[in-house]
């Protein structure tokens, strides 16, 4: 749709997916290292119960305030 728009009026401008183009650019900008670790520590509370209940006691008294 965005090639047809271009070739009916060759003057517009047309940008594709805002989310698209910011997801790519966090690609870019994050250090892969940084993405591991924060992969890492999502895994942990998903994986653990007591500690992902604690979290979300923690994440909801914080809410509340």
Same mark, same amino acid.
């Given at each position: 749709?965005? $090639?047809?728009?271009?070739?009916?009026?060759?003057?517009? =401008? =047309?940008? &594709?997916? !805002? %989310? *698209?183009? /910011?997801? +790519?650019?966090?690609?870019? +900008? #994050?250090? #892969?290292?940084? #993405?591991? /670790? =924060?992969?890492?520590?999502?895994?942990?509370? $998903?994986? *653990? *119960? $007591?500690? %992902? @209940? +604690?979290? &979300?006691?923690? !994440? !909801? /008294? &914080? @809410?509340? $305030?």
């Amino acid at each position: 749709m965005r $090639r047809e728009l271009k070739e009916v009026n060759p003057d517009r =401008v =047309v940008y &594709g997916c !805002s %989310s *698209h183009l /910011q997801n +790519l650019f966090g690609d870019d +900008l #994050t250090p #892969t290292e940084i #993405t591991k /670790q =924060v992969v890492e520590v999502d895994k942990y509370f $998903r994986n *653990h *119960h $007591r500690a %992902s @209940a +604690l979290l &979300g006691e923690y !994440s !909801s /008294q &914080g @809410a509340a $305030r």
